[in-house]
């Protein structure tokens, strides 16, 4: 009966025959699966995007509304992953590919509305009126697909790169690369294919190797918010010093010296954002207590301004290129995570070395739980033996066994012992790369290999002097924190950094370093890092004689 219908040209052989039969089938998704419900209308794309018989501009509309319909269930499944991402979890795993299919089967079925639409012999002038907001939602699906892939760390598929420059082709050849239009439905902010493509080529170039999955996510609406300040020219400008060709879909280029432009290619750049990105973390930097709301609530404050500077860094002109030497190896280490352990692994200032210690604040330091205060005290912590294949002078190359790195994700602090010594170096996540045999591969960057582990008294902000806090206060009493310290060139800590647990850091503030008898005062300047359960700061000694 379908077919027969469907020869007369009445409607196409499909449930979804139309925007009504689609409405209808779409409220019967699951109500409490987000899971199942996203699957549905992943299996939905498909198969209109298969279906014979639709007309263009009501394939167009069917694909629209179900990509509106998505679009919660699929921001739910991503904060859901963004809180699991680690590239060894199954749960992790299993959210990620449901969100990749659905941006997968978003993009081909975008795309096969606009090859309906080039092969008609009489376009549809209802598509065409809908064409620039086509190409936007293609674009941006495209941009979900690779995002998603560089969350895993994986090299971006080939079709998502041939399915960016098709469209981008068919909007500048059809007169709408610059036309403006609100994405979706109650989005304040307009867009236009041009501004969505250049938006993904500049976050595939701001080092999302480096970056964690979250990090991602915020680099990516950062850019979204930012788009209007980069450059895209169809000749070689100063200010844009990367290149793509249209005619050779693939990753972006850094433009050398002997470049010969192609009327195919087209030039970008961010130099022009760097003012605006030095203006919002000058404000969140000095208004820490006020939440930067742009980039989403779900993203800490410091978390927003590690990125932000991730990103200034990247998008100046000269960003930041891997120059150390790296030599083969074949070795083994043990790691493990966490503050609160390498803490109490590293080397640490015996509590019962501290001077102008009261008894009371002694007992208490005594009592803190979770935090070793001498040599003898028992440490509860897991390793884990990764291999070695290479080092530099600040970092190590290894890879992660199968049955370990349950916990990994870029920033994350970890400890880092080589079998035949008993000191314990301090580390972060750098990079990491998943290859085509699905094994990970870890960068990570050695902070200090003579970390000191101390404790921290809390003075109060502008107090410079514990004699002026204890006059102030009226009081005797302190509290304090662990933190460990980081030294810098030729293992001094006249320019070391800190490590404190999260939530810790206050601009501004003055605390006494715990060192026995060359205990100092500091003041924190400055946010440099965060991961989950830890800030690494700067600070300066109020002390000279400090070194």
Not at 231 to 257: E, H, Q
Not at 264 to 292: C, L, S, Y
Not at 396 to 420: E, F, M, R, S, Y
Not at 467 to 478: A, I, V
Request: charged share 25%; glycine share 6%.
């Amino acid at each position: 009966m379908f077919s027969l219908l469907n020869a007369f040209g009445e409607k196409p052989d499909h449930p979804m025959s139309d925007v009504k039969e689609a409405m209808k089938l779409l409220a019967d998704l699951p109500k409490d699966n987000a899971f199942k419900a996203l699957e549905e209308i992943t299996f939905w794309l498909t198969s209109i995007k298969d279906a014979q018989g639709f007309r263009s501009e009501v394939r167009a509309d069917i694909v629209m509304l179900l990509d509106e319909t998505g679009q919660p269930l699929d921001a739910e499944l991503l904060r859901l992953y963004l809180n699991e991402p680690h590239l060894q979890d199954f749960h992790g795993l299993r959210l990620w590919q449901a969100i990749h299919s659905f941006a997968r089967a978003l993009t081909e079925a975008y795309s096969a509305c606009i090859n309906q639409y080039q092969q008609a012999e009489k376009k549809s002038w209802e598509l065409k009126e809908n064409l620039p907001l086509v190409c936007v939602r293609l674009l941006r699906a495209t941009a979900e697909q690779m995002k998603l892939e560089l969350m895993r760390y994986v090299e971006i598929e080939q079709p998502a790169w041939d399915q960016m420059y098709s469209c981008y082709n068919f909007a500048e050849a059809n007169q709408i690369a610059d036309a403006m239009v609100f994405p979706y439905p109650k989005h304040a902010i307009h867009t236009s294919p041009q501004r969505e493509l250049v938006r993904a080529l500049v976050l595939y170039m701001s080092s999302p190797g480096t970056l964690a999955p979250d990090q991602i996510e915020v680099s990516y609406r950062i850019a979204g918010r930012l788009v209007s300040f980069f450059d895209f020219k169809a000749a070689p400008d100063p200010d844009c010093t990367y290149v793509i060709d249209l005619s050779r879909p693939g990753a972006p280029a850094n433009v050398g010296g002997n470049l010969l432009g192609t009327p195919t290619m087209r030039f970008f750049g961010t130099v022009k954002a760097v003012p605006a990105v030095e203006k919002i973390i000058h404000q969140n930097e000095h208004d820490f207590a006020e939440p930067e709301r742009r980039f989403g609530n779900e993203f800490t404050p410091a978390g927003k301004l590690t990125v932000l500077k991730h990103l200034l860094t990247y998008w100046g002109r000269n960003p930041p290129h891997r120059h150390q030497e790296r030599k083969g190896i074949s070795a083994a280490i043990d790691v493990t995570h966490g503050f609160k352990a390498i803490s109490q692994l590293v080397t640490r200032v015996d509590i019962d070395s501290m001077v102008n210690l009261s008894e009371k604040d002694m007992t208490v330091l005594k009592n803190i739980s979770g935090i070793g205060l001498t040599a003898d005290d028992d440490v509860e912590y897991v390793t884990e033996e990764w291999p070695v294949l290479d080092i530099s002078v600040d970092g190590i190359g290894c890879t992660i066994p199968k049955a370990a790195g349950h916990w990994v994700k870029i920033g994350d602090l970890c400890g880092l012992k080589a079998k035949n010594s008993q000191l314990w170096w301090v580390g972060m996540i750098r990079r990491l790369k998943t290859d085509p045999q699905d094994i990970v591969h870890a960068g990570v960057e050695v902070l200090a290999k003579k970390p000191l582990s101390v404790w921290l008294r809390t003075l109060g902000k502008g107090a410079e002097k514990v004699s002026n806090w204890e006059s102030s206060s009226g009081s005797f009493e302190y509290d304090y924190f662990p933190a460990i310290l980081l030294p810098g060139a030729y293992n001094s800590y006249v320019n070391a950094t800190m490590l404190i647990e999260s939530g810790s850091f206050v601009l501004d503030s003055i605390y006494q370093v715990m060192m026995g008898e060359k205990s100092r005062e500091i003041k924190l300047t400055g946010l440099l890092a965060e991961g989950e359960d830890y800030e690494q700061v700067s600070f300066e000694w109020l002390n000279p004689e400090q070194g």
